[in-house]
Nanobody
């Protein structure tokens, strides 16, 4: 079992930045591919970024490409999401998860709220 705890959300103005953290329990974090998702009420959960075990390969959705950066520190069992040039449409609950097979994620954290004011 893996437990994930997100932090770093908050209220920020348009154009501002936030860095989210996702801390994982356990000693096998470095073997997990990880993803960051976001969800707003009434909409499907959206994968915004993912990163492989070593951190050498990343993916970004078109909506965040060039503004968000995913990274990880395996020594700290933590994956990060640096969010720059934030827009009101980035407002959502952001959660991290472990990719257990291609396209399928599990062990969701509780999420952290990001609110971008216009």
């Amino acid at each position: 079992q893996v437990q994930l705890v997100e932090s770093g959300g908050g209220l920020v103005q348009t154009g501002g930045s936030l860095r989210l953290s996702c801390a994982a329990s356990g000693r096998t974090f470095s073997s997990y591919n990880m993803g960051w998702f976001r969800q707003v009420p009434g909409k499907e959960r959206e994968l915004v970024a993912s990163i492989d075990r070593s951190g050498g390969s990343t993916y970004y959705s078109d909506s965040v490409e060039g503004r968000f950066t995913i990274s990880r520190d395996n020594a700290k069992n933590t994956v990060y999401l640096q969010m720059n040039s934030l827009k009101p449409e980035d407002t959502a609950v952001y959660s991290c998860a472990v990719r257990i097979v291609w396209g399928k994620y599990a062990y969701w954290g509780q999420g952290t709220q990001v609110t971008v004011s216009s």
